[in-house]
């Protein structure tokens, strides 16, 4: 976890203890004098390494939808998403991702494996990575239409609007817009909190924002399960944190550029 705050999120690439696992505030405001941009160089060309960990080789996304606006105002969004999944798990956005394959891990075209949307435990304000792993785990035990963890599993929570999340001491639209993260190295998950202020829609619509920040976790979810195990870059962190908020049309869908050390940019 990145410990950029709200006061220092004008750094993409912040220095940091942990892996980076988040996508930063979008930053285009601070980057338009010559000046901002070489304050927010990085400060060595980046390159991905192969830390020995996991990767999601067939990666399986099933989608968790959580509180009650999922089911009123914003079920349009619901099917976008799924709609979203089913298409980019079989794009060429995953194709691009086999630069990283390693003896062990051949990164596959993946699949949607399913959605469910909860209301409970209700959620009041905000809500902290402690508790979204409580209720990812427990809907795991406890929820037949959760499937059960595997090697390729990964669960995507997108928290609705008005609920803060709070991970690594930030907050959501003050510090990040999302991250994943794993339990014990088992279970893979990311979590999207929902675009609701301009740091995490820049000039995106929210369906737009919400694909551009999935792509971003999806991509380093496969790569880097356990972050900071997987392909990772100490100065630069991961896959989509060198390349945050550049983004690409494909399909009809808004995604993010990535890391290609092959390439050595951002495609
Ligand atoms: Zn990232």
Redesign the pocket.
């Known amino acids: 976890m990145s410990s950029v705050s709200a006061r220092s999120s004008r750094k993409i690439y912040p220095a940091h203890g942990d892996p980076?696992?988040?996508?930063p505030l979008h930053t285009t405001d601070v980057a338009q004098t010559p000046t901002a941009e070489a304050a927010t160089a990085p400060a060595a060309p980046p390159n991905l390494t192969y830390r020995h960990g996991p990767l999601l080789a067939n990666v399986e996304v099933f989608t968790l939808f959580w509180g009650p606006a999922w089911q009123a105002a914003h079920k349009a969004l619901v099917a976008q998403l799924n709609e979203f999944f089913d298409f980019v798990l079989t794009s060429p956005l995953i194709d691009q991702l086999a630069e990283y394959d390693v003896p062990a891990y051949s990164i596959r075209h993946g699949k949607r494996i399913g959605t469910a949307t909860i209301v409970t435990p209700a959620l009041k304000h905000s809500v902290s990575d402690t508790a979204i792993q409580h209720t990812l785990q427990s809907e795991i035990a406890g929820n037949s239409v959760v499937p059960q963890p595997t090697p390729n599993t990964l669960y995507f929570i997108y928290v609705p609007p008005g609920v803060r999340v709070i991970q690594g001491g930030s907050a959501s639209c003050q510090a990040f817009c999302g991250y994943h993260n794993d339990i014990s190295g088992q279970v893979f998950y990311a979590v999207m909190p929902f675009p609701g202020c301009h740091g995490c829609t820049g000039t995106l619509s929210t369906l737009d924002a919400l694909t551009s920040t999935s792509s971003?976790?999806l991509c380093?979810a496969i790569t880097d399960p356990i972050p900071g195990r997987g392909w990772y870059d100490d100065v630069n962190?991961?896959i989509?944190?060198i390349c945050a908020w550049k983004t690409k049309r494909l399909g009809q869908y808004t995604v993010q550029l990535e890391w290609s050390n092959t390439a050595n940019r951002c495609v």
């Open positions: 980076i696992r988040i996508v971003h976790e380093e962190g991961e989509g944190d």
